[in-house]
């Protein structure tokens, strides 16, 4: 049994949630997302909170059945609060700067790195840190992937693009014999 799949979901003042056959609808003021839970899943509206049941037995009902659980959960909490990541440019001249809707990074290459920023996203730049934020869980973590992967973080100085709770296992340089 799915000890995800069995937690009710909450549905805070705001959000509003409606049932169209198999679709979930999420709306809160102008932003809206919508759920797909195709036939596998059961999905109630029941005083204020989502129940999700497996249709059936077999296992691909119960591995459903905690996932589209936590999707839509993630909505829910992208629409009320949101999600942010934030990385950490560490290295000497390394630095990054908004440049209307595309962020300019500068990471030890010979030209700068022009990344164009998604619909849904705002980044802020503060000194060494860029806060990425979004109502959507899966982009907010595409985009902080895509830029910690123009300059990841090497393991003998640290230098690169990280995560700001990332940490890095740092390797001995080499030594000379005597």
């Known amino acids: 049994m799915s ?11 705001g959000v509003e949630v409606k049932l169209e056959g198999n679709i979930l609808k999420f709306k809160k003021g102008n932003l809206s997302k919508e759920l ?7 999905v109630e509206l029941k005083d204020n909170t989502i129940v999700f049941a497996p249709k059936g037995e077999d296992r691909q009902s119960r591995a ?3 996932t589209y659980r936590a999707l839509a959960n993630n909505v829910v909490i992208g629409l009320n609060e949101g999600f942010s990541k934030t990385l950490e440019i560490n290295g000497v001249g390394y630095k990054a700067a908004l ?6 990074l500068a990471l030890g290459f010979s030209h700068p790195i022009n990344y164009a920023i998604p619909e849904g996203i705002e980044i802020t730049v503060d000194k060494n840190n860029i806060i990425i934020k979004g109502s ?8 902080a992937a895509q830029i910690r992967e123009f300059r990841p973080p090497e393991p003998y100085k640290g230098k690169g693009v990280k995560y700001a709770d990332e940490r890095i296992i740092r390797k ?5 014999k005597k």
């Open 64 to 66: 459903y059945w905690g």
């Open 36 to 42: 797909d839970t195709k036939a596998n899943v059961l």
């Open 99 to 104: 440049k209307g809707k595309v962020l300019e």
């Open 172 to 176: 001995a340089g080499k030594t000379s």
């Open 3 to 13: 000890r995800i799949g069995k937690q009710p979901i909450a549905i805070p003042n």
């Open 136 to 143: 959507d869980k899966q982009i907010v973590g595409q985009v």
